[in-house]
C-alpha cells in the first residue's frame, strides 16, 4: 500500500508562486510514476504533470508548459511542483498521485491518491 500527503498550497497572488510537496510511504516502485493533478469546482480531474522515479522524465499539460516544473528526491521519496508565474485559471485543488503501469494522462489510471491541497490564485 501507498500513503501520498500533498503540501504547500495557499494563496497567492496572480504572478506568484508556489511549491507543492508530495510525501509518499510505503511499498513504491523505482519503476513507477508519480503524477499531479488538480480539480476545480464544477470541473473533471485534469492532467497537470507527471514523473518517473527511476529515470526522471516528465511530462506536461500545454498550459504550464514553461510555468511548472515537476521534481522528486528518491532519497526523501517527495515528489515536487515548482509552480511559477500562477495565473487565476490554475486555482484548484492539487492532487498527488501514484501509478504503476498506464496511461501518465488519465486519471483512471492510477491506484494511488493523496488527499489534495488548495491552490488558490487572486487577480
Known amino acids: 500500500q501507498v500513503q501520498l500527503v500533498e503540501s504547500g498550497g495557499g494563496l497567492v497572488q496572480a504572478g506568484g508562486s508556489l511549491r507543492l510537496s508530495c510525501a509518499a510511504s510505503?511499498?513504491?516502485?523505482?519503476?513507477?510514476?508519480m503524477g499531479w493533478f488538480r480539480q476545480a469546482p464544477g470541473k473533471e480531474r485534469e492532467f497537470v504533470a507527471a514523473i518517473t522515479w527511476s529515470g526522471g522524465s516528465t511530462n506536461y499539460v500545454d498550459s504550464v508548459k514553461g510555468r511548472f516544473t515537476i521534481s522528486r528526491d528518491n532519497a526523501k521519496n517527495t515528489v515536487y511542483l515548482q509552480m511559477n508565474s500562477l495565473k487565476p485559471e490554475d486555482t484548484a485543488v492539487y492532487y498527488c498521485?501514484?501509478?504503476?503501469?498506464?496511461?501518465?494522462?488519465?486519471?483512471?489510471?492510477?491506484?494511488?491518491w493523496g488527499q489534495g491541497t488548495q491552490v488558490t490564485v487572486s487577480s
Open positions: 510505503g511499498r513504491t516502485f523505482s519503476s513507477s510514476t
Open positions: 498521485a501514484h501509478q504503476r503501469v498506464g496511461n501518465w494522462r488519465d486519471p483512471y489510471e492510477y491506484d494511488y
